[in-house]
């Protein structure tokens, strides 16, 4: 037996591990855990941390500012917390760590220089403040050491976590007075509110929970929890029907068995979890099927929710039987190997006989790979809500358009893209759809088109040496929990990443966080710790350093909490208008002075005095917004509406050309125009009805007087 698995088998232990098996010592008393806590320090700013991801998980996946910047403000002061805990050690990080470090801060540079040359500026900070967020979450895990149990430890609190989440929304849902609030466009979305990232949130937690569920390490009543939590994220990951799920969780499944050690003990818990889920797919699919009928989504939730919890306790009890019973039994080395040798054998002959039937099915491959190419570059995009699964529909949709705009984005500006988050104004202008996404829904070509080669490179640098970090975790740990955990990390990234090639989950902390958290991790697995002052050639280095450091915390913190302010003055102002709207433009007017680079504060004013009939300040407001960002064909068109009751005919025309110009696609401009050239104007009021009645169609809803409502 080699070294690396005796150690697996209870042979020495390195410095501050618990024993990897039979954990029936000292390790595991009241005593024995806070002694162990006590030389893991690692564990308090990651479980710190993981809290704030948790919390952008319940608050619409942590995409708006209100609720992403506060925890960025958050993680950074544990960043710097951990820099000065571990400020003897900055020297000597492996050169690797340092690479990726630098790589991923040069992106973040570039993201914020590309504000310079960037139409909608106050977007482009956004989106740099963003890329910051994840250069904050990468270092805060990269700086110290860890050691595997605690990052098995702090991986299971964050899946236990999630669960929590996603089961008490679910148990909500099913019994709410009014379910269909938890959907949007018939699909199930809270708590991110946005359907595929649904998905994907339970999905990235799900593999974990199996990870450990199938671990040696895993004391035998957690192996059951993290059983009965897969069960649980599943089910509710299959909730949303999303397509993008059905491409990539296969693909992470297959990673996942081939490179996480143990096949064998992978799949006893993968294939109950199959079974189980298996029997219990029908009523959670069928919640979807009934969406379109208010009267029946209440008890098709009502049926899921019983299923899912029957499946996770029986989860349960299967997952403490097989840790208890591995506690207890030692599988010889050779009747490992043979039945990793039958597995092989027997994922062949199934893969083999699946080719088989699927060609009898599908035919020619070529051909049909054709046909849903097709399908999807042309297919016409609607949204499907109730009357059968969504999983087996057609691949029809707008993507293709988007990433087509994109792609001539990055022809246009090919070495330093058109600025960070600066899709949205673009895509009205050449699009061919009618959906006005801010995000190109395609990670590669948002980095490409954004911030151009240079962007591309730098970004594709960091992934690449955060990667090869892992896999040297993987391949060359003597603890054979770090090159389990190390290869968990990598099949998160890989579910991430193919799922994030067909959506924007680069805007959702709350999915994107974890993964940069998981890498920083993933290359400090199983470090040594380095107990000495700092090296004698870096002793020059620390005055420069610390005052370099000092200046990026006072940017980062001003570059983050100016627009968090402004936009927590913009919220209050948006709600509290209407009783007291001297205090809401109050407001505005501090928001427009702290976020000076955005035009959202004053779009919100010239709403808000149009709904007042304060015609001047409607038309102080949006000239403002347009200085700001002169292609927002929004604040056009509502000053076109405003020329056009105010008399002004021409000014109102040259308006809707300009209009035109930016936004060839939009309906209101023929209907306003309409309304100027036969004298009977339409209004403003009339001209934000008809913007509001269309988002709400969009999200399956109809208007009513509070804003989008379930009927």
């Avoid at 003990?265 to 919640?287: D, G, W």
């Avoid at 990793?340 to 035919?363: D, E, N, T, Y």
């Avoid at 990670?443 to 955060?466: A, D, N, P």
Wanted: proline residues 5%; contains cysteine.
């Amino acid at each position: 037996m080699s070294a690396a698995k005796a150690k697996g088998r209870g042979g020495m232990q390195r410095p501050g591990e618990l024993p990897s098996s039979r954990p029936t010592d000292r390790a595991y008393t009241g005593a024995g855990v806070l002694e162990w806590l006590a030389a893991t320090p690692e564990l308090l700013p990651g479980i710190a941390a993981v809290g704030v991801f948790v919390f952008w998980a319940t608050a619409q996946g942590g995409v708006a500012p209100t609720d992403s910047y506060p925890g960025t403000l958050i993680l950074l002061g544990l960043l710097v917390g951990t820099g000065f805990a571990y400020r003897t050690q900055l020297f000597r990080l492996p050169r690797l760590v340092l690479a990726a470090l630098a790589l991923l801060a040069l992106f973040a540079v570039w993201n914020f220089l590309s504000i310079a040359w960037a139409d909608d500026q106050g977007a482009a900070w956004d989106g740099a403040n963003r890329c910051l967020t994840y250069l904050i979450v990468f270092g805060l895990f990269a700086l110290p050491p860890w050691r595997p149990r605690a990052a098995a430890l702090l991986l299971g609190i964050y899946t236990v976590a999630i669960t929590v989440v996603g089961l008490v929304v679910l148990l909500k849902a099913a019994g709410a007075a009014d379910p269909l609030r938890y959907f949007v466009a018939g699909r199930f979305s809270e708590p991110t509110g946005y359907q595929n990232a649904e998905a994907a949130l339970f999905t990235m937690s799900l593999f974990p929970a199996v990870f450990l569920a199938a671990r040696r390490e895993t004391p035998w009543p957690l192996r059951g929890l993290m059983l009965s939590c897969a069960g649980i994220l599943f089910a509710i990951a299959l909730l949303p029907q999303s397509r993008g799920w059905l491409i990539a969780a296969p693909i992470a499944v297959f990673a996942y068995l081939v490179i996480v050690p143990g096949l064998v003990r992978n799949l006893t818990v993968l294939l109950p979890l199959a079974v189980v889920m298996a029997v219990i797919s029908s009523p959670v699919l069928h919640v979807f099927d009934v969406s379109d009928d208010a009267s029946r989504v209440g008890p098709a939730l009502g049926d899921a929710r019983t299923a899912i919890l029957i499946a996770a306790a029986v989860l349960l009890v299967i997952g403490c039987a097989v840790g208890f019973a591995d506690r207890k039994v030692e599988i010889p080395e050779r009747l490992e190997e043979i039945g990793r040798r039958v597995v092989l054998i027997g994922a062949g002959v199934v893969a083999l006989a699946g080719v088989v039937v699927a060609l009898a099915v599908i035919g020619n491959p070529v051909s049909w790979a054709n046909d849903r190419w097709q399908d999807f570059k042309g297919g016409k995009f609607e949204y499907q809500t109730g009357g059968g699964t969504r999983l087996g529909g057609g691949l029809g949709s707008n993507r293709y358009d988007f990433w087509r705009v994109s792609a001539d984005e990055f022809k246009n500006a090919p070495l330093i893209g058109v600025g960070s988050e600066n899709f949205a104004e673009d895509y009205v202008l050449y699009r061919h759809s009618d959906e006005e996404p801010t995000y190109p829904h395609n990670l590669t070509l948002q980095v490409l088109s954004e911030t151009g080669l240079i962007g591309g490179l730098l970004f594709l640098g960091f992934l690449v040496t955060s990667l090869i970090g892992i896999a040297r975790v993987r391949l060359r740990s003597e603890v054979p929990l770090a090159r389990g955990l190390g290869a968990a990390f990598a099949v998160v990234f890989v579910y991430w990443f193919v799922h994030s090639i067909g959506d924007w989950f680069w805007a959702f902390p709350a999915l994107t966080a974890p993964v940069f958290a998981w890498f920083g991790i993933g290359v400090r697995l199983d470090a040594k710790r380095a107990t000495l002052a700092h090296p004698q050639w870096a002793k020059r280095w620390i005055a420069p350093v610390a005052a370099l450091s000092v200046a990026a915390l006072l940017f980062a913190t001003a570059s983050m909490a100016l627009p968090w302010i402004a936009a927590i003055d913009v919220n209050k102002a948006a709600s509290s208008w209407g009783s007291n709207p001297r205090e809401a433009f109050k407001r505005l007017d501090q928001a427009r002075q702290l976020n000076f680079l955005s035009a959202r504060p004053d779009l919100v004013q010239g709403a808000i005095a149009a709904k007042l009939g304060e015609n001047r300040r409607v038309r102080s407001s949006f000239e403002r917004a347009l200085e700001r960002d002169p292609r927002n064909w929004y604040a056009e068109i509502e000053l076109a509406t405003l020329d056009g009751v105010e008399g002004n005919k021409q000014s109102a025309l040259a308006r809707l050309d300009r209009v035109a110009a930016l936004n060839p696609r939009e309906s209101l401009t023929a209907t306003v125009r309409q309304g100027v050239l036969s004298g009977k104007p339409v209004t403003l009021d009339q001209l934000d009805t008809d913007f509001l009645e269309r988002y709400c169609q969009r999200l399956g809803r109809v208007a009513g007087p509070n804003g989008c409502q379930t009927s």
